[in-house]
């Protein structure tokens, strides 16, 4: 029996020969998986372990590599992505402040972008905290300028002062919550917080390269927006320069709303469409000189310009994670021209995939890397089936109409479901502003953006700068009517965690295995979508804080305060699915007191929860530490601050309570002590 399932599995292995690359990065992303379900951070015997197994496995993948082998090398790429994975997050620590900062703030302003306030916002790296040692000062820190109305913004490169409150990166607000303390350890940030009053320069910018490329970008978006006046500047400042700080709220939720706020993002799209353009423009130009169109490998020198362009268009952009995945993936493609290879393959995406993850583990929870690779890899599949099949006999004149509705619509089914559970919004007509969109930015906006840069040696741009304009009023224009029908915009609740490991595990299953098993993927997808169906939202939510607690009712979650603790309110209605605002929620009933099945609470704040005494049977949720001693259950700032946000609910009488630290564990990003133990 063993021989015969051993046999089983090595005639499966066989008929997967030659597209085994392809399952590199799940096996990789599978082990950096692995290091962030940690519930405690791993400690060196955890690394030493897996360095043994990658070395082993390797070593016997070699030895039976016509067999078994690949089950061995699938091994030992989990046990390299969970080594990246530590690696990684020990190559961004940094301290992280611990307590509530208010005083005089210094440091050299490394980043300009604006919140979701719609306040400028500065990133400051050597940053001075008045009364607090080095060892205590974060490396970078980033406040948002409440008092900035009016006056110049610091720029790039010079040091800026400025009197503020600091705090640590806030802790999810509910478990399973978005976890921006990990994702502010990796972006190096050990402090956020904001002014009221204006922020001052008291250094001029410093020299240097990366420093004076992104006094360039402003300088360039300053110039781009004097040039197209109104939002359509700023979203051509956006798209050219990654600067988003000149965009209003209200643009940003139209686009969103519309399914169009990937066109922001200068990521795939916007990469792929100037590498493109310039591939085709070089190749154009050198085939008018026969000298070199019949000598020079054109294809070849036209694939090295579109590199080099794309690298320009990275540096320029600012380098942002989405824009350095897109030309990870663009250099891919060129590279395969230049090494006479197929361009878009399954390989390429799986390549720089493995490039992306190797250099940043962490971009495999964001909703970025999920959805660009999801949709890279969905348009790969259907184009290549749809050139099997030759489009099915259509003429050719309509090839072009088609690949455009193709491509919408097979990007937008692609990372539908992911967007919906990371954001829970889902766009019921974001199909129908794509088509209006996206040929609009491909055929006018970029090339005209090339054109422009061109132009511009020679004080030109102007002619392609209108055009840019034409293009973008008209995308604006399309966002803005699509979000405002009627029930443009639905909610979903937030999934299950298992959801989105299940659903990508069998898309991938389907997408990359040879065989009928392949088909087993599908009832996977479907297994997901039946979890998420029947998933379940907390009965009663606390926040972090203490000072706001939700309850869900027949009409929504009732909350306990109109104002307070917004983003915990906004979050906790988001995952919900409820389009109401805390003002709503808390307009929905009187929790005085909350009861939750036979068990009783009362939440206090402020004055109120210092004098607290305890009342009969009940719970105390408090936001202030009580003054006396109190003899009944509380829950307090003190609790809080072991617990993180807690989410109950009740089982046949019995009250079940999921703390955050009990999802989010004892690691690097979120405990003080496991940092001072690792240093």
Request: hydrophobic share 50%; aromatic share 8%.
């Amino acid at each position: 029996m063993i021989r015969s399932a051993f046999g089983m599995v090595s005639a499966a292995l066989q008929r997967q020969r030659g597209y085994l690359l392809t399952f590199a990065p799940v096996f990789f992303g599978t082990g950096i998986g692995i290091f962030f379900a940690q519930g405690q951070e791993p400690g060196w015997p955890a690394y030493g372990i897996a360095a043994a197994v990658a070395v082993v496995a390797l070593w016997v993948a070699r030895v039976r590599r016509f067999d078994i082998g690949p089950l061995f090398a699938a091994s030992a790429v989990v046990a390299l992505g969970f080594l990246a994975a530590g690696w990684r997050a020990h190559t961004v620590a940094g301290p992280v402040i611990d307590f509530r900062y208010y005083g005089t703030i210094e440091g050299r302003v490394v980043a300009i972008d604006r919140s979701s306030s719609d306040r400028v916002r500065l990133t400051l790296d050597r940053v001075y905290l008045d009364r607090t040692p080095p060892e205590r000062t974060p490396r970078r820190v980033r406040v948002s300028l409440h008092g900035q109305d009016g006056l110049p913004v610091p720029s790039p490169g010079s040091h800026a002062l400025l009197t503020g409150h600091l705090s640590p990166p806030p802790s999810p607000a509910e478990p399973h919550g978005f976890d921006f303390e990990r994702h502010a350890w990796f972006l190096k940030l050990g402090g956020v917080g904001y002014t009221r009053a204006p922020a001052l320069i008291f250094a001029p910018p410093e020299p240097g390269l990366r420093l004076a490329v992104l006094r360039f970008r402003m300088a360039l978006s300053a110039a781009v927006q004097a040039q197209i006046p109104g939002q359509a500047g700023a979203v051509a400042a956006a798209v050219t320069t990654g600067d988003r700080s000149a965009m209003s709220q209200e643009v940003v939720e139209n686009l969103r709303h519309s399914n169009l706020a990937h066109l922001l993002a200068i990521s795939g799209l916007h990469m792929g469409l100037l590498t493109g353009f310039v591939f085709a423009l070089t190749r154009v130009a050198l085939a008018l000189y026969p000298p070199i169109a019949l000598r020079w490998p054109t294809r070849k020198i036209a694939a090295l310009v579109a590199l080099a362009a794309g690298a320009g268009y990275l540096a320029l952009s600012g380098g942002a994670v989405a824009t350095e995945r897109a030309y990870i993936m663009a250099a891919v493609v060129f590279g395969a021209v230049l090494f006479d290879r197929r361009a878009l393959t399954l390989r390429a995406v799986a390549l720089a995939a493995l490039i992306v993850l190797a250099l940043q583990p962490e971009a495999l929870l964001g909703p970025g890397f999920q959805m660009s690779f999801a949709a890279t890899t969905a348009l790969v599949v259907t184009f290549r089936w749809l050139s099997a099949n030759d489009m099915f006999g259509m003429p050719r004149a309509l090839r072009p109409s088609a690949a455009v509705v193709i491509s919408s619509a097979v990007a937008g089914f692609a990372t539908a479901p992911i967007a919906a559970a990371h954001f829970n919004i889902i766009s019921h007509f974001g199909l129908i502003a794509n088509l209006l969109s996206v040929p609009i930015m491909g055929a006018f906006v970029m090339p005209a953006a090339v054109i422009a840069a061109i132009l511009s040696l020679v004080g030109a741009a102007a002619p392609a700068l209108w055009v840019m304009e034409l293009g973008l009023t008209w995308i604006l224009w399309v966002a803005a009517w699509v979000s405002d029908i009627d029930g443009a915009v639905g909610r979903v609740y937030s999934p299950d965690p298992r959801v989105l490991p299940m659903m990508t595990l069998g898309a991938l299953a389907l997408v990359l295995w040879r065989g009928r098993a392949r088909w087993g993927g599908l009832a996977i997808v479907a297994a997901s979508f039946a979890l998420w169906a029947v998933t379940e939202r907390p009965a009663m939510l606390i926040s972090p804080s203490g000072g706001l607690v939700g309850v869900m009712g027949a009409e929504g979650r009732v909350l306990t305060r109109a104002r307070g603790d917004g983003f915990a309110a906004r979050s906790w209605l988001e995952n919900d699915a409820d389009f109401g605002t805390q003002e709503e929620a808390f307009d929905r009933g009187e929790l005085v007191p909350i009861t939750l099945g036979p068990h009783r609470f009362h939440a206090k704040t402020g004055v109120q929860a210092k004098r607290a005494t305890c009342a009969e049977g009940a719970t105390l949720i408090l936001n202030q530490q009580p003054e006396a001693p109190l003899d009944c259950p509380a829950i307090t700032p003190a609790t809080l601050r072991d617990t993180g946000a807690l989410a109950l609910s009740v089982k046949d009488a019995d009250l079940l309570i999921l703390t955050t630290r009990d999802v989010t564990g004892h690691r690097l990003w979120n405990s003080a002590d496991v940092r001072a133990a690792w240093r």
